[in-house]
């Protein structure tokens, strides 16, 4: 292990409140995919980290560059340019992390290649929200979007997330990305509804690229990613476009009752779609006992008592 430039900072996160990243391969990409949509550079894959910041660097830089100077701190993100369970000594770092970390809540972003390793899964059990990437069931869709190191079993990975979502009673949401032609194709929503079925996560986060991708790849529209929701039928999906249309229509409390019987409605759903009114006619059902808000790992969601 070399010594490494340490870089910490916020994370863009609308999500989490105050959220600041620890980032782990902070000279250059350490990844164990190559994905097509990636906002990094591309980069050749590797089955581990060769440079990395000891525990003690990162345990010292957090006290001294963070805790020490934000007084409050909802998130500590354990982030990386690549793959953050590529760190070799995770379990450790995130023992000492939890010691520091005070009210903050601990988070990790990983690509989810690694969950059916048992010392990853030990690794994250003590970490508050585990954010998981869910792009693709199919191995030809692994192979052509993902791009795999060759030390990864994709066929593992969806058996990997029931088992740790089994044991793991702390906050676990699953990602995807949609890019078009590759994960958008009707066998793969059907895989990935059937494995987020069996996962049961406690949200979905559906997405599609929105900053230049390594390759050459293009995003889906606002309304397929909302058509896929529908088709994912799952109850806690938050839909993240950056471009998300604003319709601010009226719904009257019995319109409202009817759309949320179909299925919750996320706080970004209500925000871009529902106009004053409706919200009035919102809080009312709320206070009446006929709607309930729930926070979802940091998304709040409507839905029927
Ligand atoms: S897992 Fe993340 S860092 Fe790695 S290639 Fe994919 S998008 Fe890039």
Redesign the pocket.
Known sequence: MSKTNLTFGPVPSRRFGVSLGIDLSPDF?Q?N???L??E?KAAKTVSKMTKYPSVKELIDAVKNKILSTHTKIDVLTITAN??PTLYPDLKELVTELNKIKGDSKLLILS?GSTIYKQDIQDALMDIDIVKL?LDCISKECFTKL?RADKSIDTDKIVSGMIEFRDKFKKDLILEILFVDTLNNKEKEILFLKEAIAQIKPNRVDIGTIDRPPAYKVNPISFDELEQISHKLEYPYINIAHKNRPEFQEYYSKDSIITLLNRRPLSEHDIQHTFDKESKTNLETLISDKKIEVINNSGVKFYKIC
């Open positions: 990409k990844c995919y190559d994905c949509y990636c990094l690549g793959e690509n990437s993902d």
